[in-house]
């Protein structure tokens, strides 16, 4: 884990053309995806690739994950469940996935472009021919000293997609070893059921804990709620889905 200092960022969404801008508070996020061995150790399931990022896992399986890390070191757990329902405690300390603000934030590093460096320095994309994912820290990091934020895998976010079209659709970012430049930039975002796994996207830890539960980190309730009410056609061209 890497700490990443207070700052701000400016977010865009689609559908409302509407940007705003993020204030946030210090918080800490993984160096690297979180990687098979690590799964392997926490819930025991067999890693035929270490090093590789955990993938084919679905959202609801990386919140779960988290916990199980959370307990492995004796942190109060971030997540409690009622089914498939399930709520951020957002003063717990342990371990969770990052907001979408502060995966944006975290993954610019302060730069202001789609990349944070040289696509093909930074980043494995299908401009790579691969099949698979690679192994985590291969490829340059950004300044934030965190490695294979854009490329390899897309990361799962807590936040949800777009409830007033996709109802609880979660949001994944960063792009993955089989898409094109477009797609592996820092503002792209994507989505989708919380139930599904896919082949090309994993997830990263994140820590901290805050007080205010009305807007932690650029997510409320709150403001889910009133999303999940609009109604509205798509704009051209967006897809929720790689």
Known sequence: MTRVAAGRVQLHDARRN????????????????????????????????????????????AVRICNAASEWEGLDPAYTFEGEDV???VDADGYRLPTEAEWEYACRAGSTGPHYGPL???AWTSADGLRAPQ????????????????GNVWEWCWDLLD????????????GGFADDAWSVRASVRRGGPPRTRHEDVGFRFARGGFDA???????????????????????SGWTPRG
């Open 18 to 61: 509407r940007r705003w801008t993020v204030e946030l508070e210090p918080f800490e996020l993984g160096v690297f995806a979180v990687t098979e061995e690590q799964v392997a150790e926490l819930i025991g399931e067999p890693s035929s690739h270490p090093r590789r990022p955990a993938t084919g896992v679905s959202w609801l399986r």
């Open 87 to 89: 709520t951020w405690h």
């Open 120 to 122: 093909p320095e930074v």
């Open 135 to 150: 192994d985590v820290g291969l490829r340059l990091p950004n300044l934030n000293g965190l490695f294979d934020t854009l």
């Open 163 to 174: 409830p007033g079209r996709y109802d609880d659709y979660r949001v994944f970012r960063g």
């Open 213 to 235: 539960e009305a807007a932690a980190q650029g997510w409320s309730a709150a403001e889910d709620a009133e999303r999940g009410g609009l109604e509205g056609p798509l704009p």
